[in-house]
């Protein structure tokens, strides 16, 4: 498992201790308001945060299928390039699920 997905660092904050409770306080810089967080030590005793936002798991099915989520991502990228066509309105199609 590749869990460093970029070498590049910067400093964020120096001299940080841990309070009386032996928490270490993020920097508001740093932190992911909506994240959880997996945390991973190495053999030297660094310490990365990789911040996890999760997704309703009817929404799943797209991260599942490498097919539609490159598709979805080349719509995405097509409409931010000024290449998407307006073909009206699909209301009429909807369907209402509450």
Same mark, same amino acid.
């Given at each position: 498992?590749?869990?460093?997905?970029?070498?590049?660092?910067?400093?964020?904050?120096?001299?940080?201790?841990?309070?009386?409770?032996?928490?270490?306080?993020?920097?508001?810089?740093?932190?992911? @308001?909506?994240?959880?967080?997996?945390?991973?030590?190495?053999?030297?005793?660094?310490?990365?945060?990789?911040?996890?936002?999760?997704?309703?798991?009817? @929404?799943?099915?797209?991260?599942?299928?490498?097919?539609?989520?490159?598709?979805?991502?080349?719509?995405?990228?097509?409409?931010?390039?000024?290449?998407?066509?307006?073909?009206?309105?699909?209301?009429?199609?909807?369907?209402?699920?509450?």
């Amino acid at each position: 498992m590749e869990v460093i997905k970029s070498t590049k660092f910067e400093i964020v904050a120096n001299g940080v201790k841990l309070d009386s409770k032996k928490r270490i306080v993020l920097p508001k810089a740093v932190v992911a @308001e909506e994240a959880t967080y997996n945390i991973y030590r190495n053999r030297l005793g660094q310490i990365v945060l990789d911040p996890q936002i999760s997704i309703p798991a009817y @929404e799943a099915w797209l991260f599942k299928n490498p097919e539609a989520l490159t598709l979805v991502r080349q719509g995405l990228l097509e409409s931010a390039q000024g290449l998407a066509e307006s073909h009206g309105s699909f209301a009429e199609y909807a369907n209402d699920a509450s």
